[in-house]
């Protein structure tokens, strides 16, 4: 079945530094990507998308490619701030019509120090 | 972006007990709602898809006699925990999609955290 494998947290970075997380997938079609997020204490909240190769979604500083040839869809951001600290949780969608569940990744716990 | 929104956000109860969890789609209609179920520091599973006007369609391994669903409108959906014990204490989640947003993008509410003592 459809898998989504992130790297494992938590990752501590300190305030302006450079972020990737990388994420993996492992899908039969051509899923959509999605990473969300989740701050302490609330739901997820849908940080950026793409939907086909070559895409890159892009949303708040952070940037993911979606990557066919390499299965990858990896999170970046060049200068993270003490409020991007929360889990990050890679995502796909394997028909693409938002009426199949989500398969997610375990998430990765980000820690932004001053 | 669309709206889901759960009812409580926290709920405390006795073993024993049965809890109900709201799950509303406040500004669109859904014929699908999922439920997740989230527990500390692990990733989200998939419990359940809740469709409209019929039964729940549960994943292996959730007992449908234990968590009931009903999605009985078009922006609701139920999940009710039958004689809770401690072990299902965890944090439930649950997502719709908005038929008028985009095709593959699905809304989540901010979570139930359910302690069973």
């Known amino acids: 079945g459809d898998s989504v494998t992130q790297m494992e947290g938590p990752v501590t970075l300190s305030e302006e530094a450079f972020l990737t997380i990388n994420c993996t997938y492992t899908?039969?079609?051509?899923?959509?990507l999605f990473w969300y997020v989740q701050y302490p204490g609330e739901g997820l909240q849908l940080l950026l998308k793409a939907t086909k190769a070559d895409d890159k979604g892009s949303n708040k500083g952070f940037e993911a490619t979606y990557r066919k040839e390499t299965t990858s869809f990896h999170l970046e951001k060049g200068s993270v701030q003490v409020s991007d600290s929360a889990v990050y949780f890679c995502a796909l969608s394997e028909e693409g019509s938002g009426n199949t569940p989500l398969v997610f990744g375990k998430g990765t716990r980000l820690s932004v120090i001053a | 972006g669309a709206v889901v929104s759960q009812h409580p956000s926290r709920v405390i109860c006795k073993s024993g007990t049965s809890v109900k969890i709201e799950c509303r789609s406040l500004?669109?209609?859904?014929?699908?709602m999922f439920w997740y179920r989230q527990f500390p520091k692990q990733s989200l599973m998939l419990m359940a898809t809740?469709?409209?006007?019929?039964?729940?369609?549960?994943e292996q391994g959730v007992e449908k006699d234990k968590f009931l669903i009903n999605h009985a409108s078009l922006t609701l959906s139920t999940l009710t925990v039958t004689s809770a014990h401690p072990e299902d204490s965890s944090f439930y989640i649950c997502s719709a999609r908005d038929p008028g947003g985009a095709s593959d993008t699905q809304y989540f509410g901010p979570g139930t955290r359910l302690t069973v003592l």
């Open positions: 899908a039969t079609g051509y899923p959509s």
């Open positions: 809740s469709n409209e006007g019929s039964k729940a369609t549960y």
């Open positions: 500004d669109f209609q859904a014929t699908t």
